[in-house]
């Protein structure tokens, strides 16, 4: 009797030793696997879903409120002109290799950023840079060509992470940063491991290993979070199962905003919708309210241009595009336009194939027909993104403040006015804050009036995690899972 009672006593304390183990290790759902997992060098938000501020860090960083942080950087001056940035850099930080990080690294990763062959998805936020100099090994000063305000914002993102010559060139499968997370290894299709990095140089990270497993379907992620092999998904694919998970103790409902304009992207680079009256009369025959409905279960904000409604700055456009059926079908007529087919590329998220299927229908009651595509995100990537092989497409745009990008005449839907270039190139130079209002304000206005897309609905970010789970980020300010302050509690 007491042998048993020693071995049950054993295994009990064997089986709170596992729970315990457990309390310092996390496992996330993620949609999307990433491409890639350098972020220097793709546009996928699920690379910065992993690796932003965990594996790789900036001279600056977001915080969860949007607010722009000190990283890499201890601080910085700037001088009189807004031309000149010094930069401090923290002392005694290292890479995930044992290699130091210094200025020259700090030179290297801004100086690739902004080169000629440069494949950095967002090269327009190094363009402004005339010079990198190093003082010394803690001291980098960064010279501009004209004054930019907003240059230890453009730091912040994940394309602007810092990186070393000597582990640059496997980036993308084997990642080498200096954040409080070492890359472990990646099964894809299935998941990709991270552990703390005991060497960490700031506040190190009370978990020990994180897992991301990739979930893209709906069913399988609410099945998975029902069983526990789940323990968070911070951007949780099946809303319509949110109310029933709000009503389970044992888990807890994160409802926050993203940066995420989600848009019905047209190619304006090619005929009928290089026709501003096409590309309105499509944007008058969507119901943005029936798309949030049906796709999103109510979880989502009308927008009617590339802005984020709790930006202090956004204009609301939405009455510009407003749903009118009979004002497309006359467009159309205008447009000289009948019979009109068009290709929809359909990428894995659940808005854009949820959503597709409602704005095909919409469409068709127009006149206007479509084919619609289910692509996978890489080859989302290589055919609509870099290809511009496609007429239209849903995306929720990730990335903060991004309205610049209509000034990129490259860029896949090929808009580029000169107009609005040099509006984008006024904003640059302004540093007084009702100026740079101003110009936002004309900039959204000039992108709703010209029907470049039509804007459907701002993503809300919505999120389920185990009830004992603290410190994830309620709203998304940039495209990031970071676990540098989550933890377990009693």
């Known amino acids: 009797m007491l042998d048993r009672v020693t071995t049950t006593a054993a295994a009990l304390a064997l089986m709170a030793g596992a729970v315990l183990a457990a309390e310092d290790t996390i496992t996330l759902g993620m949609v999307l ?4 997992l350098d972020p220097t060098a793709g546009a996928a938000a699920a690379i910065d879903e992993v690796v932003y501020a965990n594996i790789f860090e900036g001279l600056t960083r977001f915080g969860p409120d949007g607010s722009v942080r000190p990283a890499l950087a ?62 010394d090994s803690l001291t980098v000063t960064v010279t501009l060509k004209a004054p930019d305000g907003n240059f230890p914002f453009n730091m912040a993102w994940g394309d602007a992470v810092i990186v070393a010559p000597e582990s640059i060139a496997t980036a993308a499968t084997s990642p080498v940063g200096t954040g409080p ?21 700031g506040e190190p990270a009370a978990l020990s290993r994180a897992t991301f497993r990739i979930i893209s379907d709906p069913t399988a992620a609410f099945a998975a979070m029902m069983a526990g092999d789940i323990d968070a998904f911070p951007n949780f694919p099946a809303p319509e199962t949110l109310a029933q998970l709000a009503a389970d103790p044992r888990f807890k409902v994160i409802v926050g905003s993203t940066e995420g304009e989600t848009i019905l992207a047209m190619n304006n680079g090619q005929p009928p919708l290089d026709n501003v009256k096409v590309r309105e009369a499509i944007a008058h025959a969507i119901n943005r309210q029936d798309i949030i409905d049906g796709a999103m279960f109510g979880y989502g904000t009308p927008i009617g241009t590339h802005f984020a409604p709790h930006n202090p700055d956004y204009v609301d456009l939405t009455a510009l595009s407003a749903y009118d059926p ?10 000289g336009v009948e019979g009109l087919k068009l290709r929809l590329a359909l990428p894995p998220p659940t808005y854009a194939r949820r959503g597709g299927e409602i704005i095909a229908a919409q469409l068709a009651a127009v006149g206007i027909q479509t084919e619609i ?13 870099k290809g511009k092989d496609f007429d239209l497409t849903i995306v929720s745009h990730t990335e903060p403040m991004d309205i610049n990008i209509y000034a990129r005449p490259d860029y ?22 009702a100026g740079r209002s101003a110009l936002l304000r004309q900039a959204q206005e000039m992108i709703a009036k010209d029907y470049v897309n039509a804007y459907l609905f701002q993503l809300a ?14 709203n998304s300010p940039t495209q990031a899972n970071d676990l540098t302050a989550v933890r377990w509690v009693e």
């Not at 595509?373 to 993104?385: I, K, M, S």
């Open 461 to 474: 970010k919505t999120g389920v995690a185990n009830a004992r789970i603290e410190g994830l980020w309620e």
């Open 326 to 335: 009979e004002k497309s079908k006359a467009l159309l007529a205008e447009a």
């Open 373 to 385: 595509t289910n692509v996978e995100w890489a080859q989302w990537l290589e055919q609509v993104f």
């Open 181 to 201: 997370f070492r890359f472990e290894s990646w099964t894809q299709g299935d998941r990709i491991e991270i552990t703390r990095n005991d060497a960490y140089w």
């Open 74 to 135: 201890a601080s910085w001056d700037v001088d009189a002109e807004g031309r000149i940035f010094t930069f401090h850099l923290h002392d005694g930080v290292t890479f995930h290799d044992g290699t130091a990080m210094d200025a020259e690294d700090v030179k290297f990763s801004l100086d690739r950023a902004r080169a000629e062959d440069s494949t950095n998805a967002q090269k327009a936020l190094f363009a402004g840079i005339d010079t990198v100099e190093v003082t």
């Open 412 to 433: 896949y839907f090929q808009y580029g006015k000169p107009e609005f270039v040099a509006l984008m190139d006024e904003l640059t130079k302004t540093s007084d804050p």
């Open 33 to 36: 696997e990433p491409p890639n």
